[in-house]
């Protein structure tokens, strides 16, 4: 039957941060700015199948949201080939959220929701995602929005609400 090319590549980046940045603005829910540090990794790495012996490729992003100095508290997303997309929300070593496909939680509504021409701070987003707090886990980190095409954009942590500025 022989070993078929199995490159898989990222079709969709568009609910992740852009690489290239280093940290993002929020505002508080008083009208503070606070910078946390973003960390993205975007890459393509070559493996060889153990079955055949052939190499493939495949792309993964990966972006952790940094919410405190010492960056215990934070906020991981990893997106892999066929728009799986995971989310864990940490704080210390007390996870807050966590969940993986995302895109079909949506569709439950429970722990994810779509949502379309949502405001967020002083911007309204034509089509976000609100991630909820994962029932009995502590909430510390309560609440995540992302937007298509921009990435984090609001989050509830630490009892104050920021939206990106």
Known sequence: MGCPAR??????RSWMPPKGISQLTFVDNAGSPTNFKLQVVDTTVTMISPECGNSFTYDYLIASLYLDPTMNDSIY???GTDGWLCMRAMSGNDPNMNMCNVFGQTKEGVVAKRLFNQTIGSRTYQEVILLLRNPGLSDNIDSIF???NVGIVGLKYANKTYALQ
């Open 7 to 12: 490159n898989r590549h990222l079709e969709d």
């Open 77 to 79: 997303f990893s997106l």
């Open 146 to 148: 992302i937007a298509n």
